[in-house]
């Protein structure tokens, strides 16, 4: 059985990205007169709704230098899928089961004192010694080991023989706020750690701290790697722009499965929040906010059919949309793109998120387990 509503990824289009992504870098270093900074590509929360495996098989092959993804299961589902790049683990490790860190070769993150301890005591109790990545909070107030207090927290760390600190990082709040200061104010705090870390015996080691927006707003955080991930995926964070030729790595389709004419005064959806003074004719796509889709696309969204645009009226359900499709000649088994190119237009994940007030990483990255989603090359 094949659903109504499916997501095509198409991996050409991620393997273009990250090609593009390191021919700019590199041809911009060289210029400066600098080396150009490894790819560690972002595929945490199913590479961003796209499909982890796939995608990081695909990354491998077009020269990322390394992968992250959010926990430990998102890096043993890579390792039992035969990836072989480094993994490195983002998130909080302080109340995981940190056993598969070892048995799948993943590399943590060390950003709390209890991940510290907890890590070394591991690696101590395995007879190994440990690489990790050691996270600074430079600003952001999640994870991390405080930018001016490394004087205190981080002996333990640097002082145990169970653990090796293969790269700091931190990660930039305001990256995608243009009029904001504070990422540089972040990136002058990060580099004052680094001088810390130093001073308390931390070797030289890997640097990274660039996400999309801050890798296009200032070469000054590019380090040794960069992080990106919706760029990846094709899209530009906005309200950032770009000159990179990236490619859309996913769209989003289903079909019309009713057409039916709305008479005057009548409505349609739950709440009848959409009622119509003249009569109008809806199509129903069996698409909802259980796939992913958000309810404010109500009045607010647009799909593509047959080359026109058509904008969603009613309530957003569980399972299905109704569209306006008043002035066209549409039938049952109609193509209907929610995001994608059809004939000469193209909807965008972020148009869709600017049209509802949210953020294109939402967008991707919610769409349901139930989308079956199609891999083109």
């Not at 990354?59 to 992250?68: F, P």
């Not at 960069?226 to 906005?238: A, D, N, S, W």
């Not at 088994?333 to 600017?354: F, H, K, L, S």
């Amino acid at each position: 059985m094949i659903r109504q509503t499916t997501a095509t990824v198409h991996l050409s289009a991620i393997a273009h990205n990250c090609r593009a992504i390191v021919d700019m870098l590199t041809r911009e270093s060289t210029a400066a007169g600098r080396p150009a900074p490894g790819l560690l590509a972002v595929v945490k929360a199913n590479a961003y709704g796209h499909g982890a495996v796939p995608v990081a098989r695909t990354l491998e092959a077009a020269g990322a230098s390394m992968l992250a993804c959010a926990d430990i299961e998102e890096g043993v589902e890579l390792r039992r899928a035969g990836v072989g790049l480094p993994i490195l683990v983002f998130g909080a490790l302080s109340v995981s089961d940190l056993d598969g860190v070892i048995d799948y070769d993943l590399t943590p993150t060390v950003s709390t004192p209890s991940a510290a301890r907890r890590l070394a005591a591991l690696a101590e109790r395995r007879g190994v010694t440990l690489p990790c990545h050691l996270k600074i909070d430079s600003g952001m107030n999640r994870l991390g080991f405080r930018h001016d207090n490394l004087g205190r927290t981080m002996p333990a760390v640097v002082g145990s023989p169970h653990l090796k600190i293969e790269a700091v990082y931190t990660h930039f709040a305001t990256a995608d706020v243009p009029e904001s200061p504070f990422l540089d104010e972040q990136r002058r705090r990060f580099e004052r750690a680094l001088a810390a870390l130093g001073a308390l015996g931390v070797g030289r080691c890997g640097r990274h701290a660039a996400n999309s927006a801050a890798m296009l707003r200032d070469a000054r955080t590019w380090y040794d790697f960069v992080r990106p991930g919706l760029l990846l995926y094709g899209i530009v964070p906005p309200p950032l722009a770009s000159s990179l030729p990236l490619r859309p790595a996913l769209s989003l389709s289903s079909r019309i499965v009713a057409v039916k004419g709305v008479r005057r005064g009548e409505g349609s959806g739950y709440g009848l929040r959409w009622t119509t003074d003249e009569p109008r004719t809806i199509a129903i796509v069996p698409a909802g906010y259980a796939d992913g889709l958000d309810t404010r696309l109500a009045g607010r969204g647009v799909v593509l059919v047959r080359g026109r645009r058509a904008p969603v009226v009613g309530a957003v359900s569980m399972d299905m949309l109704a569209i306006d499709v008043t002035d066209m000649t549409v039938d049952p088994g109609d193509e209907v793109v929610i995001i994608g190119r059809q004939g000469d237009d193209e909807i965008t994940a972020r148009e869709m998120a600017a049209a509802i007030g949210a953020i294109p990483w939402e967008v991707v990255c919610r769409l349901g387990a139930r989308i079956e989603r199609k891999f083109e090359d």
